[in-house]
């Protein structure tokens, strides 16, 4: 991408009215963001889910904080473990289709190039693969929940 390619970008997101743009290829990565006018409201991300039955205790705390924590602790236990992080911002699905059966399990040793799941972005079906054969050790990321750019969604091995 040349800087006239770069400045026509620019010139389309400021007509647009979008307030963010991503774009990512294999050597390239273009992130743009505008500031927000007054008067806009934003809404706050989400921070944490908690799920609660009858016959489970209400916890507190941070739970992003016990999820990277766990999370370290994983990594370290095991040097063979690799992250496999979002490319972009937007909803992970575990499946095709709602009711279907997802793309792939813990457990599951996969090839290069399998479909290991979806994010939406922008009514966008993005198909994340497996960028080298591994074994799917943890699914971090929540069927239906947003993700960030760079958030960890899956914890695997390099088979």
Partial sequence: ???KELKEL???IEKSGFTEFEYETDNVRVYLSR???VGQIIAPQVQSQMVTT???PVTTGNATENVVEKKSEELSGNPNLVEIKSPIVGTFYEAPAPG???FVKEGDIVKKGKTLCIIEAMKIMNEIEAEFDCKI???VGKNGVPVEF???IFLVEKV
């Fill in 1 to 3: 991408m040349d800087i």
């Fill in 10 to 12: 620019v010139k389309f």
């Fill in 35 to 37: 500031n927000v006018q």
């Fill in 54 to 56: 009858a016959n489970q």
């Fill in 100 to 102: 279907a059966d997802p």
């Fill in 137 to 139: 050790v943890k699914k």
């Fill in 150 to 152: 760079g958030e960890t």
